[in-house]
């Protein structure tokens, strides 16, 4: 076995060059981060979901104001077609005592 001197590590060859002594020696490790960490710019598909739901939300909201809209309309249409028709009858003489019989 060979003698270990200083210019050599303990597998007898240079520390420099010794590919086992500086994968195993010592390193400092890096602090921790403190606090929140940074956002990422590449958060897209977060925020494309989110897009993306408000969006169909947004056309669900849209379709029932559109539904209450027309069926208000719907409503107003039937009143109309009632009162022309009372209208109508009124004017042909379909009312109590409207025209003698004979």
Request: with cysteine; hydrophobic share 50%.
């Given at each position: ?9 303990p ?22 981060r403190?606090?929140?960490s ?7 598909p977060?925020?494309l ?19 209450a809209?027309?069926a ?22 379909v009312?109590?005592?409207?025209r003698?019989?004979?």
């Amino acid at each position: 076995m060979e003698v270990v001197t200083s210019t050599t590590c303990p597998h007898g060859l240079s520390p420099k060059t010794c590919q086992i002594c500086r994968v195993l020696e010592p390193t400092a490790v890096p602090a921790a981060r403190s606090g929140r960490s940074a956002r990422r710019s590449g958060g897209l598909p977060g925020n494309l979901a989110v897009v993306a739901i408000v969006a169909v939300v947004g056309f669900v909201a849209l379709g029932w104001l559109l539904a209450a809209f027309f069926a208000v309309l719907r409503i107003l249409e039937l009143v109309a077609v009632a009162a022309v028709a009372g209208w109508v009858g009124w004017k042909l003489g379909v009312r109590q005592g409207g025209r003698p019989r004979g």
